[in-house]
């Protein structure tokens, strides 16, 4: 009999050992796996490495001893059947994929059953690659689960066909006659079978008219083709003849016009449901601004016409009759085929704006300071545009940002007078106002180009450094620009002359004094032949012949800046123009294109590199949104 004491040491040192052997199970646990993890590690390392050396027997055999030991991992079971496949080892994929499918059970042993079927086409054996997929189709039942794996499996492989025979037995089992609509149409489109492509977009509108934009979105790229645009039209005819009343037809019509630049068309189907429908001009006005875009502005001008004719109450009247003189000022500011006639004509209409409308209204602020532009660039009367906008910025109730742009405006035309110091103190005022601010910082840039014209290079270069950081790309670019055009010619030849030449020459051309401006540049070339301002003479020289309305002595300068200086940094300023010389003055929009192209792969950072992009998408035909 053992004693109280003996008792208790015994039970000490059996807690003890207990404690002791839970302790080493526990390690045993951790330390079990963690080699197990280790080994996999490794094997998987190896396995890889046997694979990309096309040692494919022996990473198959890692693979597999992965595969068994990770069963849910996909990474293993791909590995491993593609490297059975690159052996062309067949029978061994087929016995192991079909113990796959038959373990794995009906769901989740899909894919090894469509794994099955794509080994049996890759063995020849085509017969039994249909007889596998048929089966797979021929069992799936009203679960969506089930048709949605059988799809993804399908995919997966790249069984199109069978991809589409699911979704359509899909919807027949889960009687619905619009599931997987949206899926089949998209399906059918990578197949190129258009009809059965929209018929199925169509069953998405006929269920909710809401999903017009996103049909549209998937429909965009198919309508291009002219055999899926055929079939898609006279399917919107059809229907739009039998439905009068529902817009969504005449509405996806207009769209499809639009998307083949059949504007002509878009315009008789747009202004037809406007009547229909009463809208006042909604859509004609969308139309109107996408024409004009593609500067078709005689048809853009009669499709705005179409809105104004329907009289001052339409609701789209004033939004029209902005966008007529919107045309008219294009057609002065970038055609370079307008007349005095033309010049005087937009002013009259302004004037008879503001005279309905008065200076409050929004619309009003952007016509006013075109007014005085007009007065001050194209009818040469600086002096009358000041007077203008010095009583616009006068008038009670007028906006912050208008008065700030007036302000602007009248730096501008101070200086076409002479009188730099009241340009400069209209400048520093909006600075003032806008601070740290894409306003204050075009004003700031606006001061120091002013610099630039009175010669002071070292105090335009500080105020240019500082807007290099502006939250405007297109401020920071024109600021780094002139800043380097300061730092690479100050002091060469230890004179600045050939910068103050080239500065006032800069100025004479911005006060419109071309002839005066070109003496001076030519006397640059005489007396400093092969200077480093060579590139920025000719970039002047283009502006000057651009002016002029000369466009083929334009592009020559253009060619010459990015063809002899294309490395320096006015060499993707330079294409730019040349091509959008091309496609807006020129009518060579092929040229075009390719010099679009051109900007955007010979200068990937460029600040024209988005609208280069643009541009170059739009003349090769791509989809209107």
């Known amino acids: 009999m053992y004693n109280k004491l003996q008792f208790t040491l015994l039970n000490t040192q059996y807690a003890i050992l207990r404690t002791f052997l839970t302790c080493l199970a526990m390690a045993l646990l951790f330390v079990l796996p963690a080699k197990t993890f280790a080994q996999s590690n490794l094997d998987e390392t190896l396995a890889a490495e046997y694979f990309q050396k096309g040692e494919f027997d022996k990473a198959a055999t890692l693979y597999k001893k992965l595969m068994d030991n990770f069963p849910d991992n996909a990474l293993y079971y791909d590995s491993y059947l593609n490297s059975l496949i690159n052996q062309k080892d067949y029978p061994t994929a087929e016995k192991d994929l079909k113990k796959l499918a038959k373990k794995k059970g009906n769901i989740d042993g899909l894919k090894y059953k469509v794994d099955l079927g794509y080994v049996y086409g890759l063995d020849g054996q085509d017969g039994e690659r249909k007889k596998e997929y048929d089966k797979i189709i021929d069992d799936l039942r009203a679960y969506p689960e089930q048709i949605d794996a059988t799809a993804a499996a399908f995919k997966h492989r790249d069984q199109l066909e069978y991809q589409i025979k699911t979704f359509e037995k899909g919807r027949k089992l889960l009687k619905q006659n619009t599931a997987y609509a949206m899926e089949l149409g998209m399906l059918y489109k990578d197949a190129n079978d258009y009809q059965h492509m929209f ?292 002091g060469l030849d230890s004179t600045d002359k050939p910068l103050k030449l080239y500065a006032e020459a800069d100025f004479l051309v911005y006060k419109n004094q071309f002839d005066e401006a070109e003496k001076k540049l030519d006397s640059i070339n005489a007396v400093y032949p092969h200077h480093s301002l060579d590139d920025e003479i000719l970039m002047e020289r283009a502006q000057i012949a651009f002016k002029k309305r000369d466009y083929a002595k334009t592009l020559g300068f253009y060619e010459k800046v990015y063809k002899e200086y294309g490395t320096d940094i006015l060499g993707d300023d330079a294409m730019f123009k040349a091509a959008e010389l091309e496609e807006l003055y020129l009518n060579e929009p092929l040229k075009a294109k390719e010099l679009y192209e051109k900007v955007i792969t010979t200068y990937p950072g460029s600040v024209y590199t988005v609208e280069a992009r643009a541009r170059f998408r739009r003349l090769r035909g791509d989809a209107v949104n």
């Open 199 to 490: 018929d199925e977009y169509m069953v998405i509108l006929d269920n909710d008219p809401n999903e017009f934009e996103t049909v549209k979105d998937f429909m965009q790229d198919a309508v291009m083709k002219d055999e899926a645009y055929d079939i898609f039209k006279k399917i919107l005819l059809k229907r739009a003849q039998a439905h009068p009343d529902n817009t969504i037809y005449s509405e996806m019509l207009s769209w499809l016009f639009v998307q083949r630049k059949d504007f002509n068309s878009a315009f008789i189907q747009t202004k037809s449901v406007d009547n229909r429908m009463h809208e006042g001009g909604r859509q004609l006005v969308d139309l109107a601004r996408i024409v004009a875009d593609y500067r078709d502005f005689d048809l853009a001008e009669k499709i705005y016409s179409a809105v104004t004719d329907q009289g001052q109450e339409a609701p789209y009247y004033v939004i029209a009759l902005r966008g007529l003189l919107d045309i008219k000022y294009t057609k002065i500011t970038q055609s370079g085929s307008y007349t005095e006639a033309d010049v005087h004509s937009l002013m009259d209409a302004y004037n008879k704006f503001i005279n309905t409308y008065g200076l409050l209204r929004q619309e009003s602020g952007d016509i006013e300071l075109r007014m005085a532009e007009m007065e001050a660039l194209y009818d040469k009367k600086p002096v009358d545009a000041i007077s203008r906008l010095k009583q616009y910025i006068e008038v009670d109730g007028i906006q912050k940002i208008y008065i700030a742009k007036a302000k602007l405006a009248l730096g501008d035309y101070s200086l076409l007078t002479g009188d730099i110091w009241e340009a400069t103190l209209y400048y520093s005022q909006v600075e003032k106002m806008y601070e740290d601010d894409p306003m204050g910082h075009e004003a700031k840039f606006r001061n120091a180009r002013l610099s630039f014209y009175n010669g002071e290079f070292d105090w335009a270069k500080a105020q240019l450094d500082v807007l290099k950081s502006s939250t405007s790309e297109l401020i920071a670019n024109d600021a780094m620009q002139l800043a380097l055009l300061i730092e690479d010619n100050l």
